[in-house]
């Protein structure tokens, strides 16, 4: 994989993932991904010093779907960034929620950035190209994780020519991959009934 030429083993290196939009492109390409996975892959890769994962929460909500997920990452080594989502209803009536983490990431890479050597960003949100721009004026290497490969592509081309490297996030599908949950639940049906 030549990601691997991108990544010094004595780097101290840091992973910030904004939840919903690397969610979003993993999805968009048809796998969900196995954070377990994904942390050893990057613990290989150098010295990980702290993987951030950024997301906001339904408050109300009794039980909402992302809660084992988060629940999951707190006691398996992430440090988990989360607010409350705002719900509101737009001006046709419909139901929706509102949940940027774009200050609370930038602020903590920020931060961080005296403290390590490399940054790994999950996101390909344009918005974060002034942050890169900052973080390597600081002598931080930023690689962008996201993808080209949906219709249409995840990754702002602004943020994707500004960050030092570009890793596809499609390439690392057999790394950090696993089935959707779906197939996962047909595959667990399709075995339990051939039995």
Known sequence: MKGHLMFYKDERLALFIDGSNLYAAAKALGFDIDYKLLRQEFARRGKMVRA????????????????????????????????????????????????????????????????????????????????????????????????????????????????????ELDELREVIGRPPREQQVERNFEVASSK
């Open 52 to 167: 951030f994962y950024y997301t906001a929460l339904l408050e109300n909500d009794e039980y909402s779907p992302i809660r084992p997920l988060v629940d999951w990452l707190h006691y398996n080594g992430f440090t988990m960034v989360t607010k409350p989502a705002k719900e509101y209803t737009d001006s046709q009536g419909r139901r929706k929620v509102k949940g940027n983490m774009d200050i609370e990431l930038t602020v903590d890479a920020m931060e961080l950035a005296p403290r390590v050597d490399h940054i790994v960003l999950f996101s390909g949100d344009g918005d974060f190209r002034p942050l890169v721009e900052s973080l390597q004026r600081q002598g931080v290497r930023v690689s962008v994780v996201s993808t080209i490969r949906s219709q249409p592509p995840m990754i702002a081309d602004e943020l994707r020519r500004q960050a030092d490297n570009f890793i």
